[in-house]
């Protein structure tokens, strides 16, 4: 079974909604808050508790995975080292055997972009857990440069 995490995010939100609707509800999803992910329950989708400061919760969260989906998440770079640890840690010991992780394009050690070195480590981690993994590398989410436009619109 696929088990995608940030069920309640924009990305995590979209995929479900694409893989219920190609495939049927045969996965699930997690969420920090289950109840805010109903809709997706009502679809027939498995919701979980997830939440990735939880190392406990993602071991529940992922049983029964064969395949996880880590969607990265929106924590100080500090904090998110540590949630991506614990995730990855669980899928192990819940079994997985796959994980999919939505990393970034440039995350070279001379990158400029602020979140590389996190991605690099995260990636490091899933090469050293011993699992099979797919490394998506994607560019800049439109949508989130607008958040950066109103922003710099803001603050001149």
């Known amino acids: ?5 940030g069920g309640n995010g924009r990305l995590g939100r979209m995929v ?8 049927g509800p045969t996965f699930g999803v997690t969420a920090r808050d289950p109840a805010k992910a109903a809709d997706l329950a009502r679809r027939g989708i498995s919701v979980r508790r997830g939440d990735y400061s939880d190392a406990a919760a993602m071991e529940r969260a992922f049983a029964g995975a064969s ?9 100080p770079n500090e904090v998110r080292i540590v949630q991506r640890r ?5 899928a192990k010991r819940a079994g997985a055997k796959h994980i999919f992780y939505t990393s970034f394009l440039a995350c070279q050690p001379d990158s400029p972009f602020p979140y590389a070195k996190v991605h690099r480590e995260t990636e490091a981690l899933i090469r050293d857990s011993g699992l099979d993994f797919t490394l998506m590398r994607d560019s800049y989410f439109s949508e989130t440069i607008m958040m950066a436009v109103e922003r710099a619109r803001n603050t001149g």
């Open 16 to 23: 479900a909604g694409l893989l219920v609707d190609k495939i």
């Open 67 to 75: 395949t996880v989906l880590l969607i990265s998440g929106d924590a």
């Open 86 to 90: 614990n995730a990855i840690d669980a």
């Open 1 to 5: 079974m696929l088990i995608l995490t």
